[in-house]
């Protein structure tokens, strides 16, 4: 029995000796050249595209498995620009045999030199990576495809070394002819370090992207024995357009399943400006301050799985602002979210464009034209059905259109269609605005309702600053309550419905000369010198309530309370038409006591009608009124509008017969 342990030994000893010789020997005296045309002519049939090899080929068997090549192309198909769709000017691997039967892998080298991937679109919309290979073949790869293996069955690696990884010099070309657009990736260079399972591997990579240098370098890994599974540290820096740089680091856990990450971002200053100009690119917005979007920087530590994502520790600075942040996100479907905000000042005008330049236009071509509603697109509110949101948004101060805003606190609640904003609330020009407003878009239609509640706000610095004007000075108070349908303007201004008050106190109409006007008649008419300063009705109290249906606000008895006046204004201004019908009943009271004084006053009453449209209201004593109602002294009239006998004797003497007859026939033309 010995014996024969002991031939059988030296057979295989000898046929072991034989197998090596010849995987050594066999290399070195088989002319793998000869084979090349058949090697092509098997590609070309299995994939229908020419294919070429250069004549520099070599092949080894041990202890090395490796193959080298040069001068690969790999065709397009007819009526592309590019001859080749692939090519590589050099290409070797070459990977150690016996470890491979103990799921080891150790590779000494894997280099590609110059390789270039040409991928094009025809204007038909035809891709060249697109049918490769003949349909019989295709159909025959899945008919033969082997089944699926049992999950239990392992892919485990116990080793894995790799001495040399590297792409040089590669290129990528994409063109679509239909959009004219052309991308190209050059200079690429990949260098792979310290592969393996049990150290991190350093990554070295950089390009030309479009003409812009991009460079990324850090390490990733240890990877495992079982790739995809178990926690993977991840450290990166991104550079691009010498301006951008990124970095990214932290650790993946289980990205083939359960997909878990746990990552510091931070993108340093940079300057949109500068990233657009290297780009070759016109900066995408125009703001009013060229000086604006020079400065931003962004970081943030965001933590999550494929179902959630929480982000923490947010910040982004833009410009001469700092913003605090930290969300969650989950149900992406929806999404639902959680944010919170805190923004220490922004200037909004500086980002916001210029206004355009009016230019002037004949009264025909200024007259606005009003679009159909039915011709605008309606708006699709499943997005804001679906979401989920409880948002809070602080800011210290803000500027936008002039108006200087400071201590915003914004809570947003959204669920199944309704939004509620509660509280709002700010601080503006020495008051406050405490407001709750709720959007239900569960209908095809909108429903808004909103609550406003201001106190102390001087009205006269805020309307300077943000509109322009002078319109009215004073200590204003409001509580108003408002609902409406509609998303457009013309619809919101039908259904607006609501009841409210506006109470001015200490403050002043400017523009408007309310007492000139009801004393002086005449200089309503066009019959005296105009004032040289601008005209202005001061007012101790000034209380305007008001309702509103269905577009149509009336004033329930607005009245102003004015050191010589006391007026009550009743009427209607209808939204819709943009018409105002008011009437100003007035009583000069003789005295100089002004807020408090409730006593009756005896005085000459003389009404004001407002009428005409918004843009151009027509204000004007009613003189008819004066003529037609119980005055006191009927010559006084006159004489307010004409003077006294001896200061237009003249005019006077034209009333012949009837002196108030002739006033309304005159007030009539």
């Given at each position: 029995?010995?014996?024969?342990?002991?031939?059988?030994?030296?057979?295989?000893?000898?046929?072991?000796?034989?197998?090596?010789?010849?995987?050594?020997?066999?290399?070195?005296?088989?002319?793998?050249?000869?084979?090349?045309?058949?090697?092509?002519?098997?590609?070309?049939?299995?994939?229908?595209?020419?294919?070429?090899?250069?004549?520099?080929?070599?092949?080894s068997?041990?202890?090395?498995?490796?193959?080298?090549?040069?001068?690969?192309?790999?065709?397009?198909?007819?009526?592309?620009?590019?001859?080749?769709?692939?090519?590589?000017?050099?290409?070797?691997?070459?990977?150690?045999?016996?470890?491979?039967?103990?799921?080891?892998?150790?590779?000494?080298?894997f280099v590609?030199?110059?390789?270039?991937?040409?991928?094009?679109?025809?204007?038909?919309?035809?891709?060249?990576?697109?049918?490769?290979?003949?349909?019989?073949?295709?159909?025959?790869?899945?008919?033969?495809?082997?089944?699926k293996?049992?999950?239990?069955?392992?892919?485990?690696?116990?080793?894995?070394k790799?001495?040399?990884?590297?792409?040089?010099?590669?290129?990528?070309?994409?063109?679509?002819?239909g959009?004219?657009?052309?991308?190209?990736?050059?200079?690429?260079?990949?260098?792979?370090?310290?592969?393996?399972?049990?150290?991190?591997?350093?990554?070295?990579?950089?390009?030309?992207?479009?003409?812009?240098?991009?460079?990324?370098?850090?390490?990733?890994?240890?990877?495992?024995?079982?790739?995809?599974?178990?926690?993977?540290?991840?450290?990166?820096?991104?550079?691009?357009?010498?301006?951008?740089?990124?970095?990214?680091n932290?650790?993946?856990?289980?990205?083939?399943?359960?997909?878990?990450?746990?990552?510091?971002?931070?993108?340093?200053?940079?300057?949109?400006?500068?990233?657009?100009?290297?780009?070759?690119?016109?900066?995408?917005?125009?703001?009013?301050?060229?000086?604006?979007?020079?400065?931003?920087?962004?970081?943030?530590?965001?933590?999550?799985?494929?179902?959630?994502?929480?982000?923490?520790?947010?910040?982004?600075?833009?410009?001469?602002?700092?913003?605090l942040?930290?969300?969650?996100a989950?149900?992406?479907?929806?999404?639902?979210?959680?944010i919170?905000?805190?923004?220490?000042?922004i200037?909004?005008?500086?980002?916001?464009?210029?206004?355009?330049?009016?230019?002037?236009t004949?009264?025909?071509?200024?007259?606005?034209?009003?679009?159909?509603?039915?011709?605008?697109?309606?708006?699709?509110?499943?997005?804001?059905?679906?979401?989920?949101?409880?948002?809070?948004?602080?800011?210290?101060?803000?500027?936008?259109?002039?108006?200087?805003?400071?201590?915003?606190?914004?809570?947003?609640?959204?669920?199944?269609?309704?939004?509620?904003?509660?509280?709002?609330?700010?601080?503006?020009?020495?008051?406050?605005?405490?407001?709750?407003?709720?959007?239900?878009?569960?209908?095809?239609?909108?429903?808004?309702?909103?609550?406003?509640?201001?106190?102390?706000?001087?009205?006269?610095?805020?309307?300077?600053?943000?509109?322009?004007?002078?319109?009215?000075?004073?200590?204003?108070?409001?509580?108003?309550?408002?609902?409406?349908?509609?998303?457009?303007?013309?619809?919101?201004?039908?259904?607006?419905?609501?009841?409210?008050?506006?109470?001015?106190?200490?403050?002043?109409?400017?523009?408007?000369d309310?007492?000139?006007?009801?004393?002086?008649?005449?200089?309503?008419?066009?019959?005296?010198?105009?004032?040289?300063?601008?005209?202005?009705?001061?007012?101790?109290?000034?209380?305007?309530?008001?309702?509103?249906?269905?577009?149509?606000?009336?004033?329930?008895?607005?009245?102003?309370?004015?050191?010589?006046?006391?007026?009550?204004?009743?009427?209607?201004?209808d939204?819709?038409?943009?018409?105002?019908?008011?009437?100003?009943?007035?009583?000069?009271?003789?005295?100089?006591?002004g807020?408090?004084?409730?006593?009756?006053?005896?005085?000459?009453?003389?009404?004001?009608?407002?009428?005409?449209?918004?843009?151009?209201?027509?204000?004007?004593?009613?003189?008819k009124?004066?003529?037609?109602?119980?005055?006191?002294?009927?010559?006084?009239?006159?004489?307010?509008?004409?003077?006294?006998?001896?200061?237009?004797?003249?005019?006077?003497?034209?009333?012949k017969?009837?002196?108030?007859?002739?006033l309304?026939?005159?007030?009539?033309?």
């Open positions: 029995m010995k014996r024969i342990f002991k031939w059988l030994s030296i057979i295989s000893g000898i046929f072991i000796v034989l197998i090596v010789a010849a995987i050594i020997i066999l290399p070195k005296i088989i002319d793998v050249k000869k084979y090349k045309p058949l090697i092509e002519q098997k590609v070309v049939g299995a994939t229908g595209r020419s294919f070429t090899l250069g004549d520099e080929i070599d092949l068997v041990f202890p090395w498995v490796g193959i080298k090549v040069t001068d690969v192309h790999f065709g397009n198909p007819s009526g592309y620009s590019g001859k080749d769709m692939v090519s590589v000017k050099n290409f070797e691997v070459r990977l150690k045999v016996l470890p491979l039967l103990s799921k080891k892998i150790e590779v000494k080298t590609m030199d110059e390789p270039t991937i040409n991928l094009e679109k025809l204007k038909n919309g035809k891709a060249n990576w697109q049918d490769i290979g003949n349909k019989t073949q295709k159909k025959e790869v899945a008919e033969s495809k082997p089944e293996t049992s999950s239990d069955q392992s892919l485990a690696i116990e080793e894995l790799v001495e040399s990884f590297s792409i040089n010099k590669g290129q990528l070309i994409f063109i679509d002819q959009t004219g657009v052309r991308k190209e990736i050059s200079d690429l260079n990949l260098k792979l370090v310290n592969i393996s399972l049990e150290n991190p591997v350093g990554i070295l990579f950089d390009a030309i992207v479009d003409g812009n240098q991009l460079s990324l370098e850090g390490t990733a890994g240890p990877i495992g024995k079982e790739p995809g599974k178990g926690t993977i540290a991840i450290d990166f820096v991104l550079k691009a357009l010498n301006e951008l740089e990124v970095k990214l932290g650790s993946l856990v289980d990205p083939m399943t359960s997909q878990k990450f746990d990552l510091n971002v931070n993108v340093a200053s940079f300057s949109p400006r500068k990233i657009m100009a290297s780009l070759n690119q016109e900066f995408p917005v125009q703001t009013k301050d060229p000086d604006v979007l020079k400065l931003v920087s962004f970081k943030t530590h965001i933590k999550g799985n494929k179902d959630n994502v929480f982000l923490s520790n947010g910040e982004i600075i833009l410009d001469d602002s700092k913003m942040f930290s969300a969650t989950k149900e992406f479907s929806k999404p639902n979210m959680k919170n905000l805190k923004l220490d000042t200037d909004l005008d500086r980002y916001l464009p210029e206004p355009p330049v009016k230019e002037e004949s009264e025909a071509e200024s007259k606005p034209v009003k679009p159909a509603e039915s011709s605008k697109k309606k708006t699709d509110y499943g997005p804001l059905r679906k979401l989920v949101l409880d948002g809070k948004i602080n800011a210290g101060k803000v500027k936008a259109h002039g108006a200087i805003v400071e201590n915003i606190k914004i809570h947003i609640l959204a669920k199944k269609g309704i939004i509620t904003i509660d509280p709002l609330s700010l601080d503006l020009y020495k008051g406050s605005v405490a407001s709750k407003i709720n959007l239900n878009v569960q209908k095809n239609n909108p429903v808004t309702k909103m609550v406003l509640k201001a106190n102390g706000i001087q009205a006269g610095p805020l309307l300077k600053d943000s509109m322009q004007m002078e319109l009215i000075e004073g200590t204003v108070k409001s509580n108003i309550t408002l609902a409406m349908i509609g998303e457009t303007p013309e619809m919101i201004k039908k259904t607006l419905t609501g009841k409210g008050e506006l109470l001015f106190t200490d403050g002043a109409i400017i523009g408007i309310l007492a000139g006007l009801v004393r002086n008649a005449k200089a309503t008419l066009g019959l005296s010198e105009k004032p040289k300063e601008k005209p202005r009705t001061d007012f101790a109290e000034l209380k305007i309530p008001f309702t509103s249906k269905k577009g149509l606000v009336n004033t329930i008895g607005a009245n102003m309370i004015s050191p010589f006046l006391r007026i009550i204004v009743k009427g209607d201004a939204l819709v038409k943009e018409l105002l019908d008011l009437r100003v009943d007035p009583k000069f009271v003789a005295t100089l006591k807020q408090g004084d409730t006593k009756e006053r005896s005085g000459l009453m003389v009404p004001v009608n407002i009428t005409g449209t918004f843009d151009s209201p027509k204000i004007r004593p009613d003189l009124g004066i003529v037609s109602g119980d005055l006191p002294d009927t010559k006084e009239v006159i004489e307010q509008v004409l003077g006294t006998k001896e200061e237009q004797k003249e005019t006077v003497e034209s009333f017969e009837d002196p108030i007859k002739e309304e026939n005159f007030l009539s033309d």
